[in-house]
Nanobody, 122 residues
Framework: QVQLVESGGGSVQPGGSLRLSCATSRMIFSINTMGWYRQAPGKERELVASITGVGGRITYADSVKGRFTLSRDNDKNMLYLQMNSLKPEDTAVYYC???????????????WGQGTQVTVSS
């Protein structure tokens, strides 16, 4: 079982920046894949960025490339999402996710944080 706690959300004007943090209860190296997802009202949850536990390969959604940066601190078991040049369409609840890998049963494979609200408006 992995416990995830997000923080760093808030309200910001267009063009502003926020840094989201995700504290994990397990070594990030041992997690198959970690990532940030977001869900806006009336829309499905979508992947923002992800990183593999082994190798640290990072993938970004096209909508955030060049603006968002995913990073991790393995010693502190922390995952971060630096968000720059924020746009109103970035408004959503952002969730930290841990994918424990295909060897785990479906019921316990995916773990989610409680979410943190990001609002971008003038």
């Amino acid at each position: 079982q992995v416990q995830l706690v997000e923080s760093g959300g808030g309200s910001v004007q267009p063009g502003g920046s926020l840094r989201l943090s995700c504290a994990t209860s397990r070594m990030i190296f041992s997690i198959n894949t970690m990532g940030w997802y977001r869900q806006a009202p009336g829309k499905e949850r979508e992947l923002v960025a992800s990183i593999t536990g082994v190798g640290g390969r990072i993938t970004y959604a096209d909508s955030v490339k060049g603006r968002f940066t995913l990073s991790r601190d393995n010693d502190k078991n922390m995952l971060y999402l630096q968000m720059n040049s924020l746009k109103p369409e970035d408004t959503a609840v952002y969730y930290c996710n841990a994918d424990l890998g295909p060897a785990q049963p479906t019921l316990v494979r995916y773990m989610w944080g409680q979410g943190t609200q990001v609002t971008v408006s003038s």
